[in-house]
């Protein structure tokens, strides 16, 4: 068998930065070490003794962090597994198993840090459990000594705060009420990660093991604050850079997106190793990602390729059974576009031209503006979440629209027209939209509508119903957001049962994008039109264009396609009237397969159906969980409401004269006892010191 590849000695650098003097200064084990364990193992782990495959480990049987030696003597080889469960000379009792991907996300990472690089790159499409990936890698670090902390960089607020709770929520007193994180041995796992925006300290000293979370943007606006914690940490934490295709390079045009790329790579100075993750290949603006290299495209000369070290694509998704399988609806409209006759030409007129959105989708803006399209678009999405109900009433809808002011038209129509749906909205505008997100995913609702918050790593896996009411064509925005309703739910259908239904309008390069979900070919999630000139021919005399608008734009019929089944429209017409018949909640591309399969089994006898049980009712959730920065906001808010009771109980209202003052000494008296200011207050504990001496008031 091959050995695993070489992997350096001594680990210069940021590596080696912030270790204990009475350490080894070599690190890892020299090619040469490596080959004398494998030997001296005879090619088997030394606990399990399963054959070692490559990315077997040399591991220290003393720790290098607790002063073990690199030497053979103190050496063994362990499996991959066996590594992960001894950590520093512990029996961790993990009950994570991780996906493929996200072993090789953690293997690819250490070989790489043995290796003195200090990126990986991965590309992962929606749903492949990245951020567990990278806090499942967090704990191995931290358990090898390797780092003391992680810093996680996303596009939004609702990204930032899903990481912290996702992983570990605490309630008022610290204690851990739930999280990912109960999956990992809690004798030495990965601690807190608290969302942070300008909070100083960043991490606490006394709490080695934790990391915070933050956003892009908060980064480009409070960078002393991120750069200041990045050099007094400098060679000991983990950088990660999630949804890096939001994060802009140096060098293009000063935006906020760019700046924060520039920083992103400041900060990746500092780092141990930065883990950049991302959904597509390029950024969202068509140009390279951060940090990233590119090769030649084999077939194509005029294109390149994102070098990544890790992968995770819808195929593996579906092979393992974590990502759902699709049926995507796509519907016609026909389009009259008007052209307005030249007014100084009595023989000119105007001109009217009708086509099909299927053949030409240039004017899809307009198309999609028309109320004679969009609102047939969204009835075909209440219908498919009615459907998907039938199954497990907590299945939901997503409808994503091309601008606020259409979300909100979208949102009055469902109201207006379906009056017993619970439809939520979540647009950039409102102050409580990550409120909205969070909600939509814990409380009973049908159908989120939204522009782009809840296309960028959002998680609800109730989510089974995607209704696309966007211009936007690229491929990785439309994986991305399709993305949202192929997560397999662990609470709903057996996992191979459940399905995706995508509603869509049936233009050229949205059915470009089926192919691409047909073909299973994540490589391709940014298609980038380029349009170029013919070389040599004359450049074009400039001309007054007449006036052309569109006129109207209907709705027409509506064909499906699935992985494996395509239905014209005449087909889904006839299935969808048998579905009304038997009151069946199967999608039509399923319906079609079971009723084609009886046509060929008629003569075999007929097996009783077997009965649909409603699923059980999942436990109403009235609240979603707060992070640590919400929980203080919240505590600090009731200490202000102490201090109104507390004067109103002496004969103070805010109208009487001088309130304003009794306000400030009130406080004043508050925070004296408690030896905190609001803004000092930076952790539950102390807000809940400020709550006590409030009450005592």
């Given amino acids: 068998m091959s050995i695993a590849s070489e992997a350096s000695g001594v680990l210069p650098g940021k590596g080696s930065r912030g270790a204990v003097s009475e350490t080894d200064p070599q690190r890892f084990f020299s090619s040469t070490q490596r080959q004398m364990l494998y030997e001296a193992a005879d090619g088997r782990c030394q606990r399990c003794s399963s054959a070692l495959v490559e ?10 962090a607790d002063g073990g030696r690199t030497e053979v003597e103190n050496g063994q080889a362990l499996c991959d597994a066996c590594n992960l469960s001894k950590g520093r000379g512990m029996q961790y009792t993990d009950t994570f198993v ?25 590309l992962a499409s929606p749903g492949s459990g990245k951020t567990l990936a990278y806090q499942s890698l967090a704990t191995r670090l931290i358990r090898e000594g390797l780092i003391d902390y992680v810093a996680v960089f996303v596009p939004r607020v609702a990204l930032a705060e899903q990481c912290e709770t996702s992983w570990m929520v605490t309630d008022t007193t610290g204690h851990i009420v739930s999280g990912l994180c109960g999956l990992f041995d809690a004798t ?24 915070f979370v933050s956003t892009y943007s908060a980064l480009v606006t409070n960078e002393n604050t991120f750069l200041r914690w990045a050099r007094q940490h400098e060679g000991r934490f983990l950088l990660i850079a999630d949804e890096a295709q939001f994060c802009g390079a140096a060098g293009d045009k000063d935006d906020g997106g760019t700046k924060a790329g520039a920083l992103v790579e400041r900060m ?43 992968e995770a694509t819808y195929a593996n998704g579906i092979a393992e059974v974590y990502l759902r399988k699709f049926e995507m609806q796509l519907t016609e409209a026909r389009v009259s576009r008007r052209t307005m006759g030249d007014p100084d030409d009595r023989n000119s007129g105007d001109s009217l031209l009708e086509y099909n959105l299927s053949d030409d989708g240039s004017d899809l803006v307009p198309v999609l503006k028309d109320t004679k399209t969009w609102q047939p678009l969204v009835d075909r999405v209440v219908t498919a979440v009615k459907d998907k109900q039938k199954f497990n009433p907590a299945y939901r809808g997503l409808i994503s629209c091309m601008g606020q002011a259409e979300a909100r038209k979208v949102q009055k129509y469902l109201q207006d027209r379906h009056p017993d749906l619970n439809v939520g909205i979540a647009v950039s505008a409102d102050s409580d939209a990550p409120l909205a997100l969070a909600e939509f995913k814990i409380k009973p609702m049908d159908i989120l509508v939204t522009v782009r918050m809840a296309f960028i790593g959002y998680d609800c896996p109730q989510i089974t119903v ?44 949205m059915r470009g994008f089926l192919a691409l979900l047909r073909e299973e070919r994540d490589e391709g999630l940014r298609i980038i039109e380029e349009r170029e000139p013919d070389e040599g021919a004359d450049p074009p005399s400039p001309t007054q264009l007449a006036l052309t608008y569109v006129e109207s734009a209907i709705a027409t019929t509506t064909r499906a396609a699935s992985n494996e089944v395509d239905m014209e429209a005449d087909e889904v017409l006839l299935v969808e009237s048998i579905k009304r018949a038997v009151d069946s909640a199967e999608t039509v591309t399923k319906l079609k397969q079971a009723i084609e399969l009886a046509g060929i089994m008629l003569k075999i006898p007929e097996a009783v159906p077997a009965q649909r049980l409603e699923a059980n009712p999942t436990p109403v959730v009235t609240e979603a969980p707060k992070t640590e920065r919400q929980q203080i906001a919240d505590t600090n808010a009731r200490v202000s ?43 539950v504990e102390k807000a809940n010191k400020r709550l006590r001496a409030a009450l005592k008031l």
């Fill in 466 to 509: 995607v209704g696309i009411l966007t211009h936007y064509r690229d491929g990785g925005h439309l994986m991305q957001l399709v993305g949202r309703g192929l997560r397999v739910w662990k609470d709903g259908q057996k996992a191979r049962e459940q399905s995706c239904v995508i509603i869509a309008p049936d233009d050229p390069k």
């Fill in 641 to 683: 409401d102490a201090v109104k009771k507390y004067l109103y109980r002496c004969g103070l209202t805010p109208e009487a004269p001088g309130y304003q003052d009794a306000v400030t000494k009130a406080t004043f008296t508050v925070n004296t006892a408690s030896g905190f200011t609001s803004a000092e207050a930076n952790t």
């Fill in 268 to 310: 990746h100075e500092f780092a141990l190793h930065t883990l950049l993750l991302t959904g597509t290949p390029y950024r969202a603006d068509n140009q390279r990602l951060i940090l990233a290299d590119y090769e030649a495209d084999p077939t194509n000369p005029r294109q390149v390729t994102l070098v990544r070290h890790a």
């Fill in 188 to 211: 030495k796992r990965l601690g807190k990660i608290r969302h942070r925006v300008n909070e100083a300290p960043l991490t606490f000293p006394h709490q080695p093991g934790t990391g």
């Fill in 98 to 122: 991780p996906r493929p991907f996200q072993a090789e996300v953690n293997n690819q990472v250490l070989e790489r840090i043995r290796a003195n690089l200090d990126r990986t790159i991965v």
């Fill in 55 to 64: 990315g077997w480990h040399a591991d220290h049987r003393i720790p290098w």
